[in-house]
């Protein structure tokens, strides 16, 4: 999407995508230039559709943070409410078998549509273990 003018002093201004911005004036990033050229100038907009790739938007998001408590490992991570995305913890002992593990969640914050989680799993009598969030389309 471009920024367009169509007066010189900045007046009238609207964003949008456009099939030909000649005559109008774009900001070239210190000054406003008149679009010129023989052929059609158009401006850029590229759409994508969100809602295929809400799983990856949500790990993305996720950030997890480990730590320790007594016996306990913890993931803290961001979780986002109100979309159909679920949230696992996953144990393996090799980076190569993952299973899920049972949680103790504790909610820390909740801001909008995303709450801070707290995910704890119990340690005692097992030997170490890498931790991650999966995130599932629903």
């Known amino acids: 999407m ?12 609207f964003t949008g995508a456009l099939f030909d911005t000649r005559g109008l004036y774009a900001w070239n990033g210190s000054q406003w230039d008149q679009v010129t050229g023989a052929n059609a ?5 590229y759409p994508t559709r969100i809602s295929t ?16 408590e007594s016996n ?3 993931l803290t991570y ?8 679920s949230y696992s913890v996953e144990q393996s002992t090799d980076l190569l078998y993952w299973t899920t593990v049972s949680t103790i969640d504790e909610t820390i914050s909740i ?8 995910s704890k799993v119990d340690m005692t009598g097992l030997s170490p273990l890498f931790l991650r969030i999966r995130t599932t389309q629903q």
Do not use: C, E, M, Q
């Open 111 to 118: 801001s909008g549509n995303s709450a801070v989680v707290k």
């Open 2 to 13: 471009a920024t367009i003018r169509k007066t010189r002093d900045g007046s009238n201004p």
């Open 53 to 68: 790739k809400l799983a990856w938007i949500a790990s993305v998001v996720a950030s997890p943070v480990g730590g320790h």
């Open 41 to 45: 100038v158009p401006s850029g907009f």
């Open 72 to 74: 306990f490992a913890t």
């Open 78 to 85: 961001t979780k986002l409410l109100d979309i159909p995305v």
